[in-house]
């Protein structure tokens, strides 16, 4: 019998985990403590010189330098993560999301070590790694998908030749890509044989692979994801969906749950589908089906996100289940106990917060968290990688926390998101705080009337809108309280935070954490 036909009755973990190696930063390291914590799971944290300071490596039971900060010299060091599980003695690996999260040999190599993955298996990572075998899985299985070739184009003729038969506009989709690159959209045969060049160039350079295919595109679409649970045993459950059509050059900026464009009934459909998708590629522990939905209510496979999603928090908060812990507890060998569908409960908005400047194209911005004051009460969550004292470089990625609301309906939530955006300052660095204040104003944004187009397309008046009210107060206030702050009590800084250390005592780490919350 294989491992997802037998059949099993506990709830225990069959493998337990007691110290967990998180192969990750920021935000998410520290989400992932969270959940050890309540598990009862010692953690180890691993750090570039560029994170000697962070939050996530100040709240660990543990602490290893890896390396200089380029990804390449640490985060992106598989072997050197695996070693370093090894000698601390953790039985499992979590690698979060980005970095080594969806690539099928680390996974395979840190099973080969005999440690844990909290993961999918790396047969159903490579499955779903690349979109045209992902298409070719979903295609067999039923699952409906946008029009277009199941193997990489390389000829320009026969490029213009297949995109004639979908019929112009078309998209060409680096087949290992992720994040636009590798992206072209093209109107008409002639600018066909360029666009697929460049696009190729590009796909080579950032994923080291310059396949690419073509897919019909579909005009004002919405990016609509469902997340799964899936355990060993064959159990899938969906937890429903998530709206991510605020994009900016193919990155989120806004995501919700639900979504206003699905009935009951469509959401069952996509939800099945999702569990078709799971289902054929074997998968096991957390992860996400992404599709695009038409104005007709058409929904077509778009990929799977083989990981936990940065967009997860609002799944959170709408169906009351924990994923995190889900994905330790499965990792252990649980049995799910959820139903097959999950219906969500009221209305969760996230707004990602990132070190750029909306007044200037989302330049990146760099400096020293000086000053932050966090939003809180009910219904309001700040999944954050940044304290008083954090160096923002240039690094990784501009994300410096994710604020999330949840509320009875809709516009509840965009009141209680309005409201906590407000609340929310930041000083040292610049934010894209001041958009999401604008966002949460905007009419269509307001009647969720908007597409995967629409921010590009309505950026410029959004940016041009007078601030909102109480903008320039927020800014006065936050002024004052810094320079409060500052007169009663110097601010932790670069020069004064501890060090950790590779192995800690009980009062070292008590004496990180004591530094973390001042």
């Not at 460049?198 to 997340?227: C, M, T, W, Y």
């Not at 009875?408 to 610049?430: C, F, K, P, S, Y």
């Not at 307001?446 to 107060?473: C, H, K, N, V, Y």
Request: net charge negative; proline share 6%.
């Amino acid at each position: 019998m294989s491992t997802l036909q037998r059949d099993h009755t506990g709830t225990g973990p069959e493998r337990p985990i007691r110290k967990l190696l998180i192969a990750n930063r920021g935000e998410i390291a520290l989400r992932v403590i969270r959940a050890c914590r309540d598990l009862g799971i010692a953690t180890v944290a691993v750090y570039s010189d560029a994170d000697a300071r962070a939050p996530f490596v100040l709240a660990a039971d543990e602490a290893i330098r890896l390396g200089p900060p380029p990804s390449s010299e640490s985060y992106l060091r598989g072997e050197l993560l695996i070693e370093v599980a090894q000698r601390v003695g953790a039985q499992a690996i979590h690698p979060g999301y980005g970095f080594l999260s969806e690539r099928a040999w680390f996974a395979r190599a840190v099973r080969e070590a005999g440690l844990i993955w909290v993961g999918p298996p790396a047969e159903a990572i490579e499955a779903m790694g690349s979109k045209t075998a992902a298409r070719q899985l979903a295609i067999a299985h039923g699952v409906p998908v946008v029009p277009g070739t199941v193997e990489p184009v390389h000829d320009a003729a026969d490029a213009v030749r297949l995109a004639e038969s979908f019929g112009f506009p078309v998209l060409l989709k680096a087949v290992a890509g992720g994040g636009g690159k590798g992206m072209r959209v093209v109107h008409d045969a002639a600018s066909l044989p360029l666009a697929l060049d460049s696009a190729r160039r590009e796909a080579l350079n950032a994923f080291g692979d310059d396949a690419v295919f073509i897919e019909k595109f579909i005009v004002g679409p919405r990016h609509v994801e469902i997340q799964v649970l899936a355990d060993e045993y064959g159990h899938v459950t969906a937890l429903g969906e998530r709206e991510c059509s605020i994009q900016r050059r193919h990155q989120k900026m806004i995501e919700e749950a639900p979504s206003v464009a699905l009935t009951s009934e469509l959401r069952a459909r996509m939800c099945r589908s999702a569990i078709a998708a799971a289902k054929a590629a074997g998968y096991v522990n957390a992860g996400t089906c992404e599709f695009l939905l038409d104005a007709q209510g058409n929904y077509y496979f778009l990929e799977m996100n083989t990981r936990i999603q940065v967009e997860h928090p609002v799944t959170e908060f709408v169906t009351g289940v924990d994923l995190v812990q889900w994905q330790l507890r499965i990792a252990q060998g649980e049995a799910l106990t959820l139903p097959e569908l999950v219906e969500p409960r009221g209305w969760a908005i996230e707004c990602r917060i990132t070190s750029e400047d909306p007044a200037n194209g989302f330049l990146p911005s760099t400096g020293r968290v000086e000053y932050l004051r966090v939003p809180a009460g009910p219904g309001v969550r700040w999944d954050a990688g940044i304290g008083i004292g954090t160096e923002v470089g240039l690094h990784y990625d501009p994300m410096l926390a994710k604020l999330i609301v949840h509320a009875e309906t809709r516009a509840l939530a965009i009141a209680r998101m309005q409201r906590a955006l407000a609340d929310l300052t930041i000083v040292g660095v610049d934010t894209s705080r001041e958009f999401h204040l604008r966002m949460m104003e905007n009419a269509d944004f307001r009647r969720g009337e908007f597409d995967i187009q629409w921010l590009e397309r309505e950026l410029p008046g959004i940016l041009a809108a007078s601030a909102p009210q109480g903008t320039l107060e927020v800014a006065a206030l936050a002024a004052a309280l810094l320079a409060h702050q500052e007169r009663i009590q110097p601010p932790v800084t670069a020069s004064t935070a501890p060090t950790p250390t590779a192995v800690e005592s009980a009062w070292q780490r008590a004496a990180r954490q004591d530094a973390l919350r001042r």
